[in-house]
């Protein structure tokens, strides 16, 4: 299983580390990607991360799981770096799954890839949706996965690990990190 998750300076510290953190838990790998041409990238609330891969360093040919966290100026600079964007669609052309949290469904919705699907976002990137939004903390329809904001981080990625695995293994992921 290949999962990739994309990080641009000033990304959401807690869409980034909790669904990383969860998924690897769950025996998923995570690669965090990043599209600065550096490794080394700093959120939106200044904490810095090394990710583990620079994006032309990697072959997505294989990939289960692009994720997009959100956070301001991430999500901005997520959708503006046209590689990326080029991959996402392509990827959602082929059926692949897709998770955007916050504000990166955003991103999602710029590029047509929500047509027909519904999705949420964080409170004020609604029009972004068109039509797709609507007001719930995770949404799955067809190959896309879309979460509200950093408080239901856990929530996406055991819907996540539920959807790329199995439901024993997101309940016990919950359970041993005492979650509900």
């Known amino acids: 299983m290949e999962v990739y998750l994309f990080l641009a300076e000033g990304f959401e510290e807690l869409e980034v580390v909790t669904p990383v953190d969860l998924l690897r838990r769950a ?3 995570v690669n965090t990607v990043s599209i600065s ?45 046209q590689p990326l964007c080029q991959l996402l669609t392509e990827h959602n052309e082929k059926g692949k799954r897709i998770g955007a949290i ?12 929500l047509e027909g699907k519904k999705a949420t976002c964080y409170p004020g990137f609604e029009s972004y949706l068109g039509d797709s939004y609507v007001d719930d903390s995770v949404v799955v329809d067809g190959n896309v996965v879309t979460a509200k904001g950093p408080g239901v981080a856990y929530d996406y990625a055991l819907c996540l690990i539920y959807l790329l695995k199995d439901k024993e293994t ?10 509900k």
């Open 27 to 29: 025996g998923i790998s």
């Open 37 to 81: 041409g550096k490794k080394e990238m700093t959120g939106a609330h200044g904490i810095t991360l090394h990710a583990d891969l620079l994006f032309e360093q990697c072959d997505f040919t294989h990939a289960d799981l692009l994720m997009l966290p959100g956070g301001m100026p991430g999500t901005k600079n997520l959708g503006e770096y």
């Open 102 to 113: 916050c504000a990166a469904p955003s991103v999602l919705g710029q590029l047509h890839l």
């Open 170 to 179: 997101a309940d016990t992921v919950a359970s041993q990190s005492i979650y």
